[in-house]
């Protein structure tokens, strides 16, 4: 049985998948810098596991409004702020396909082990060749914390970059299967962990060319380092007058007697 991720976005340009995302709120969803190509037209479908849906309504479209980027975003020679906000037009409408993901709290400590999910249409592994491909079912892998020291080193092996300087940062978070090819995430999806019953974003895929080998850890931005700027874009972004919070939102909707599938 595949899990639902109902937080799960496909970034489309011209209705093509260009990358992953995940929706933290009503109108805002999280994807990775890198993905975002100038100011073109970008929207978001939600609510399905499938490339190509023709499940409408319960699959969304959703226009792209507003795209914020973050500003220690350098490009893609030297990622860190690998990190951009996508305010949606219109606010999606919560149901058992369509739910947010928790940000977790700046001070949370992500433990080396924890037990996580990647997920994503976009083999990786073949982005950079002639038969790229893509999944027409959303692919899941499940995956683990690893401590950032090791994986630099493992990094540092394959670099030309002098030893002295860490190819993985602090605002970057590693997680790995051990050997088993993981790459079936999209850049810019989701890292997701559930903790103490409650599912968080711990990262948004960030190194696509992690993946040139299947043995290579999946390099991550660490949300933790940015969730008080994204809370504050999004309280900035957010229109003005009186709005129903998202958390309020989702509990009138699971308190709703359930109707059928």
């Known amino acids: 049985m595949t899990r639902h991720w109902p937080w799960e976005v496909s970034l489309r340009l011209e209705n093509e998948h260009v990358c992953g995302g995940a929706l933290i709120d009503l109108s805002w969803a999280v994807t990775a810098a890198h993905c975002i190509q100038g100011t073109k037209e970008y929207s978001v479908i939600l609510g399905t596991a499938k490339l190509r849906p023709t499940d409408f309504p319960k ?4 226009p792209v409004r507003d ?31 369509v739910q947010p993901i928790c940000l977790p709290e700046a001070s949370y400590h992500l433990k080396v082990g924890t037990q996580c999910w990647v997920t994503g249409w976009g083999q990786v592994k073949q982005r950079f060749s002639a038969n ?12 683990f914390i690893m401590d950032n020291r ?29 050997g088993e090819n993981l790459c079936s995430g999209d ?70 007697p359930q109707m059928g599938p």
Not at 59 to 62: D, E, F, K, N, R
Request: hydrophobic fraction near 40%; charged fraction near 15%; proline fraction near 6%.
């Open 59 to 62: 699959a969304l479209s959703i």
């Open 67 to 97: 795209i914020i980027m973050h500003p220690k975003y350098w490009g893609r020679t030297f990622i860190t702020g690998d990190v951009a906000l996508l305010q949606l037009q219109t606010p999606a409408t919560f149901s058992k396909y």
């Open 132 to 143: 790229s491909t893509l999944t027409p079912e959303l692919q899941e892998a499940e995956v």
């Open 150 to 178: 090791r994986c630099d080193q493992i990094y540092r092996k394959k670099s030309l970059a002098p030893h002295l300087v860490p190819l993985v940062l602090g605002d970057m978070v590693c997680a790995t299967n051990y």
């Open 187 to 256: 850049s810019g999806g989701p890292l997701a962990c559930e903790v103490e019953g409650t599912w968080i974003l711990a990262g948004v895929l960030s190194w696509e060319k992690a993946c040139a080998r299947a043995q290579n850890p999946g390099v991550y931005t660490r949300v933790t380092k940015y969730s008080r700027w994204i809370k504050k874009q999004m309280s900035n972004g957010a229109l003005s007058g009186p709005q129903t919070p998202a958390w309020l939102l989702l509990l009138a909707w699971r308190l709703q």
